[in-house]
RNA sequence: UGGGGAUUCGCCAAGUGGUAAGGCCCUGGCUUUUGGUGCCAGUAUUCAUAGGUUCGAAUCCUAUAUCCCCAUCCA
């Protein structure tokens, strides 16, 4: 695994590295309020993932604390996806539910330290007061309630001495908060709900904010990891938390970008309208990106985890095109399933010269998949072939059977056409053909060349089954609702053809129908009188995309042209800053605009130049790297002053140091608030400016990569950074880059 | 609009101051009794835009643009 790790991935190790936990522990929290999809698959890969390539542990938790959305048969759908995927929890699922007493304490201390309040306002109030997002909310009069009434208001509304929405409780934290999320956000409501685990014994619920981080940290769990709608939501679950006190290995959230990919929906809420409206057959369905839906249209769990694997895990919000999962699958059953042939749009040809009847031993593996395994293949004259593997009139570059060109019969001889039967209207019904007795698979002694072979089943011994066609569910990449959905999502074609080994001999479930794509036998509907396959996906086809109508001509790619914002206008003391530092003291007028707009980078600029006259090389500085800290702290907390800025420059301006190393310097300068020339003696980070020196290291350099030598004379002058820098790590940075560069460029000349 | 995120090829995605990884898609070629597979090759002088700092910038600084999330007693 030389592969470069994941952004959690890499967070995790540092924090294992640091510390900060003994142990990894994640948890994958679902909502059993809906079927799980392939969303829920990515998140199931990312913690039970993580938790097994750090030795830690994966709880499969139940976040069951809406009593009225919820219910067991989600628990076990979810219960199944995992175990599906191939991840272990031990047979032992956590819920929410189970720790409602613990978590009622929890709400009972946040009383008693002031910091939560019962809030009896309307729902309508709630809303009003919480204020909008340029406005400031405000907290109603029961915020005002003392801790002893809130403690007897809070016990009975347990007690369910209280109506549905009568009072809630609230934590007391900021109703200006800039964050929304943090005015006093809802902690419990009353619910006088039927509970699918906790029964009737609770009339209050806790919600979302209160109830994760408290579970989390009740089960121990080292990394939170969430999508990137919660963003807004850590600040509470670390409120709650510190708030609290939980400070031992508590745990902190992480959030990823969520999974969206084209030409499907993924939100419960669309889901479940497809299922409730009868757009599908269920949640099972087939053309659904549910977990369910895969598995029952013949997705292997392999397949799932490889396309997990291969999307990748970031934070940027995307939409991975379908074609990708598509390949994941492709991909896998490839090496897997055995090949068979089966005809969904039957032409019949009878092979005139054909007598009899014999049966072909035919591979189920084609030679570069590395399995055993065949099946006797009966032929006879009179045989289906597809429909459009024959064409009258055919187009440049077709490959299959016309009146001029023969065809091999996949595993069998090569016929050629003789005669076209058409019915009344025109319609082909049938072709008669003869066969090349000498033409036979494995042992063709007739010379003929083929372009193609194809699929084909005997006609007496051929087994009708259905065959349910499956496509993408919508046709539009990004959906908006049923008006989107593909009309041909599914084709049921009731009349196909298959060989009979694939009936009889029942050599696997899954197959390869040979030029078709992958199919399977339909883990309900199928039975011995009447079996049925589902299409998994087909396989790729480019003679098909050939002839298709060259739909999307090559969009034209306009760059398009970006209309910036206005500046803000400065104000009239900035303004005054801003000519003084490009008048007097020669900036140029980015650097000046920075530091004038800068209230305090300019006061900082002032003050180190006060010390040293160089205002160019302070402002260079000060405006690129004291500019980055105070982006990060207060002034007051740099551990660095003005004074010592002045004495880094200083070095600069005196060539003792490079301004490479003068980044170096100053980052330690940053953690530590040592002197710089401390830091320069202490490390020996004089620059080494002397040709005699640096020479022999150049020439060692260019021994040693005779290859970017000859790609640099060659015209890749970009590689003369490459050498730059080989030469710079060399000398610990040390070197002066000017001369180095200088050097270089004259070496390889 | 206040706050929080994001922006690297058609789609994902590495890269965190020194030669723009990889996969999917696409295009050629070779192999092939699947127009499949496999193999080989091609595909970003450029990282949202504009400036600045630097010998050197996708990476640091400044400004701007665009998209997503937040005003459920949902999670």
Known sequence: MSESKDFLRKIVEEDLKSGKYKEITTRFPPEPNGFPHIGHAKSIVINFGIARDYHGHCNLRMDDTNPTKEDTKYVEALKDAVEWLGFDFDNNVYFTSDYFPKLYDYAIELIKMGKAYVDSLTEEEIREYRGTVTQAGKRGKYAERSVEENLDLFQRMKKGEFKDGEHVLRAKIDMSAANMKMRDPLLYRIRHAHHFRAGDEWSIYPMYDFAHCLSDYIEGVSHSICTLEFENNRDIYDWVLDTLGLKTARPYQHEFARLGINHTVMSKRKLLELVQGGQVSGWDDPRLPTIAGYKRKGYTAESILNFCDQIGIAKANSMVDVAQLEFSIRDDLNTKVPRVMCVLDPLKVTIENYEGHEEIDASYYPDDVPKEGSRKLPFSREIYIERDDFMENPPKGYFRLTPEQPVRLKHAYIISCKEIIKDASGNITEIKAKYHPDSKSGSDTSGIKVKSAIHWVSANEAKTVEVRLYDRLFSTEAPEGVEDINPDSLRIIKNALVEPAVITERPDVRFQFERQGYFYADPIDYTDEKPVFNKIVGLKDSWGKKTKTTKSAPRAQAKKVQIDGEVAAMSDHEQTLFDKYTGEFGLNSEVADTLARDEHLSKFYEESLSVLNSPVGLANIVTNEVARELKQMQASEL??????????????????????????????????????????????????????????????????????????????????????????????????????????HEKLK
């Open 639 to 744: 551990k660095f002053d003005a004074k010592q800025i002045a004495g880094l420059v200083k070095m600069i301006d005196d060539t003792t140091i490079s301004s490479k190393i003068a980044k170096q310097v100053f980052e330690e300068m940053a953690k530590t608030g040592e002197d710089p020339s401390q830091i320069v003696e202490a490390k020996g980070l004089v620059q080494i400016s002397d040709p005699a020196k640096i020479l022999p290291i150049i020439d060692e350099i260019i021994a040693k990569n005779p290859d970017n030598v000859a790609k640099f004379k060659a015209g890749n002058t970009k590689l003369l950074g490459f050498f730059v820098g080989q030469v710079l790590k060399s000398t610990g940075g040390k070197a002066n880059p000017k001369v180095v560069n200088g050097l270089v």
